[in-house]
Structures are given as structure tokens and as C-alpha cells.
């Protein structure tokens, strides 16, 4: 069952993600970003799929409540003409065939040249379930990144605001 479940969520996986990018019933941005949240959604059942229980929540709660939120405040308020929405630039098409070109180079040669590197000795470590490594390695470690991470978060959110801003004079 769990073979069957891992192949439907990263069916809808796959496709969601395609459908973000690449929308045939609809232009609209928001279309696309309900679309994301479907794909965050799926990989938190990919996450859950790994007993990876705690990042399939937070998956969930930060990125498909907290950051979509995000995303959808700034599509509504730049509120982009229906004109500027479809224009297609050629080298925008271009870069993102070289990026989807090189991911699957990197997955390729990933399947067939890599091979898993564990010491006949050791074995995986056991922390199904465990958050307070993870908290403290956070914490600790990844600090200075964290805290980085939430003023550039500020810093767009304020942006937005400043951006989309009428002239009320």
C-alpha cells in the first residue's frame, strides 16, 4: 500500500507542479498558486510517506498557510493588467528549458552513476519522529540563516506594500 500511495503523490506531485507553471485553463496567477498549494500539500504526503512527520506539518502550516498567504497579498495587490499577464518572453522560455534541461541531467546521473555510500559497519540512524535535534540544530547551527531568512521576508513584505501603494494625492 505504501508503494501505491508513493506513486500517487508524486503523480499529483508532478503534475500540480506542472500545472503551476504551465495552466492551460487559465492564466490567472491565482489558478497557478492554488495549484502550488496542492503540490505542497502532496509532498507533505510524500514527508509523511518517510515518517517524517513533523516536516510533512510544518510543510503544511508554513508553506501552504504562512507563504501562500504571502504570495496571494502580493498577486492581489500588484494587480497585474490581463495584457502583462500573457506576454511570454522568449528568454524567460529559454532559461527555464536550460533549468529543467539540467535538473534532469542531475537526476540522471544521479539513478545511474551514484550509489549509496553506507559503511558496511554503520547503519542509518534511527530519529523517526525526533524534533528536538532538529530544533536544536536550528537553533544553534543554522541561527544566523534563520534570522537572515526572516528580515528578507520583512523586507519583501513591507516591498509589496511600498509597491503597491496608491497615490492618494
Known amino acids: 500500500m505504501?508503494?501505491?500511495?508513493?506513486?500517487?503523490f508524486a503523480a499529483l506531485t508532478i503534475l500540480c507542479g506542472f500545472m503551476v507553471v504551465a495552466n492551460p485553463w487559465?492564466?490567472?496567477?491565482?489558478?497557478?498558486?492554488?495549484?502550488?498549494?496542492?503540490?505542497?500539500?502532496?509532498?507533505?504526503?510524500?514527508?509523511?510517506?518517510?515518517?517524517?512527520f513533523f516536516l510533512a506539518a510544518v510543510q503544511v502550516l508554513v508553506y501552504a498557510g504562512a507563504v501562500m498567504v504571502l504570495f496571494l497579498f502580493v498577486?492581489?495587490?500588484?494587480?497585474?493588467?490581463?495584457?502583462?499577464r500573457r506576454k511570454i518572453r522568449g528568454f524567460g522560455m529559454i532559461s527555464g528549458g536550460i533549468a529543467v534541461a539540467a535538473v534532469f541531467g542531475i537526476i540522471f546521473k544521479t539513478l545511474v552513476f551514484d550509489t549509496p555510500r553506507l559503511s558496511a559497519g554503520l547503519s542509518a540512524p534511527n530519529l523517526e519522529g525526533v524534533t528536538k535535534p532538529l530544533g536544536e540544530t536550528l537553533f544553534t547551527r543554522y541561527l544566523l540563516p534563520f534570522e537572515i531568512l526572516?528580515?528578507?521576508?520583512?523586507?519583501?513584505?513591507?516591498?509589496?506594500?511600498?509597491?503597491?501603494?496608491?497615490?492618494?494625492?
Open 2 to 8: 505504501q508503494d501505491v500511495l508513493f506513486y500517487c
Open 75 to 84: 498577486i492581489m495587490l500588484l494587480d497585474l493588467k490581463e495584457e502583462a
Open 150 to 169: 526572516s528580515v528578507l521576508l520583512l523586507v519583501a513584505m513591507v516591498g509589496v506594500i511600498l509597491l503597491s501603494k496608491r497615490d492618494l494625492r
Open 26 to 52: 487559465s492564466r490567472n496567477p491565482v489558478t497557478s498558486a492554488m495549484f502550488l498549494v496542492l503540490t505542497i500539500v502532496s509532498l507533505a504526503g510524500l514527508f509523511t510517506l518517510l515518517h517524517a
